[in-house]
């Protein structure tokens, strides 16, 4: 199993900026994807940015937050989420999220795809 443990959030005015991080522990190998989603009640669950490792490797951001954010990850298996130029619209609790499928490899384009969930991060920008 995968345990992931958010930290990072908080209340930031509009235009400034917050990192969030995401530190991932437990079986961590064969990963097909790890990144953020966030959701604000009323609205759809939205996928923030991802770090894709199947099907070669690649990003991939919403385009509300595209130009913005920036996802990173280091070498101790903690992913971050570098939040710029921080809008109203951006607030809402943050989720980290990872698949490791146990049948076939997955493209991460479904929530449900996404085996493991953090706790969630409060962001409010105001």
């Known amino acids: 199993h995968v345990q992931l443990v958010e930290s990072g959030g908080g209340t930031a005015q509009p235009g400034r900026s917050l990192r969030l991080s995401c530190a991932a522990s437990g079986n961590t190998y064969s990963l097909n994807c790890l990144g953020w989603f966030r959701q604000t009640p009323g609205k759809e669950r939205e996928q923030v940015a991802v770090?894709?490792?199947?099907?070669?490797?690649?990003t991939r951001y919403a385009d509300s937050v595209k130009g913005r954010f920036t996802i990173s990850q280091d070498a101790t298996n903690t992913v971050h989420l570098q939040m710029n130029n921080l809008k109203p619209e951006d607030t809402a609790m943050y989720y980290c999220?990872?698949?490791?499928?146990?049948?076939?490899?997955?493209?991460?384009?479904?929530?449900?795809?996404?085996?493991?969930w953090g706790q969630g991060t409060q962001v409010t920008v105001s």
């Open positions: 770090f894709i490792y199947s099907f070669g490797r690649s």
């Open positions: 999220a990872a698949v490791q499928p146990r049948f076939f490899v997955s493209n991460c384009l479904r929530d449900l795809d996404f085996n493991y």
